[in-house]
């Protein structure tokens, strides 16, 4: 019997780039998606190292439109700030931002943060990026412990970054930063990409698997369902047959989504509706 639960859809706010935050949360209202995962780029949530925008305004709007954030996602692709920064300067001035992040997460109202290992030089060796990754990853623990947040973090694809890229990878990762406040979210992209399987990683880190960035990919691409090559069946089955508990995030990046986001998310929603157990 299906377990998942409408409710554990989470929208994103990425692909509303060129919209309104206030339009997202109504789109994610009439699409019926209950739960947000937000997307703290600008325009809609500023934040550098110094401060980030007000929280209290953005979870009144969210209220406003009956849907709640249940996650934060920093941007820490294409901004200048690294988890695994390889300039000293750039490194102080990333740790600060990630810190803001998880506090931001916290005046959010929600315990999960999601992040990668950053990414380092391509001709330098990857013990030193890794080095500072790690580095980086143990502050925000240990940060995380303190606001009362988790950090979940997820693989990247080889065209991103050289250190965490892999299930292997992620194991080693987190046995070494080794923290209760440090779980693992899965990426389908990410995982497809190395040739794994959902099966795979939950075989590896059952419990720990706090959040899943759940798309489509061919295997690139985050892309809509039905755009893709995913069975979404057996994702879905593999999901009830391991109890997840935790929020599916749709993390859809692909630019020929950005002029009719809300389309897209009605076109989700309808896809994957006969898999809710509600």
Not at 36 to 47: K, N, T, V
Not at 61 to 89: G, L, M, R
Request: with cysteine.
């Amino acid at each position: 019997m299906p377990q998942i639960k409408r409710s554990q859809i989470a929208g994103m706010n990425i692909h509303y780039l060129f919209y309104s935050l206030d339009y997202f949360f109504a789109a994610q209202q009439k699409a019926g998606i209950e739960s947000i995962e937000l997307w703290g780029g600008a325009p809609h949530f500023l934040m550098d190292s110094m401060s980030y925008a007000d929280c209290k305004k953005v979870k009144q709007k969210a209220a406003q439109h009956d849907v709640k954030i249940v996650a934060f996602t920093p941007e820490s692709i294409i901004y200048p700030y690294n988890i695994a920064a390889p300039d000293p300067d750039q490194f102080e001035k990333s740790k600060l931002y990630f810190t803001n992040a998880v506090k931001a997460a916290a005046e959010l109202g929600t315990s999960l943060m999601t992040i990668n290992s950053g990414y380092g030089y391509l001709n330098e060796a990857k013990e030193e990026a890794w080095k500072r990754s790690a580095e980086m990853l143990h502050h925000l623990a240990l940060v995380a412990e303190k606001e009362g947040v988790t950090i979940t973090m997820e693989t990247l694809r080889p065209e991103e970054s050289k250190i965490v890229t892999t299930l292997e990878e992620a194991i080693r990762m987190h046995k070494e930063i080794n923290s209760p406040a440090f779980k693992i979210m899965l990426d389908t992209v990410a995982m497809s990409v190395a040739g794994e399987t959902m099966e795979d990683w939950f075989a590896a880190f059952g419990e720990e698997i706090a959040h899943i960035h759940f798309v489509d990919c061919k295997p690139y691409g985050h892309l809509a369902w039905g755009d893709g090559s995913l069975d979404v069946s057996k994702q879905f089955e593999i999901l009830n047959r391991y109890q997840y508990k935790g929020f599916l995030g749709q993390e859809i990046t692909e630019m020929k989504y950005f002029e009719k986001p809300d389309e897209v998310d009605q076109r989700i929603m309808d896809h994957l509706t006969p898999f809710f157990n509600d």
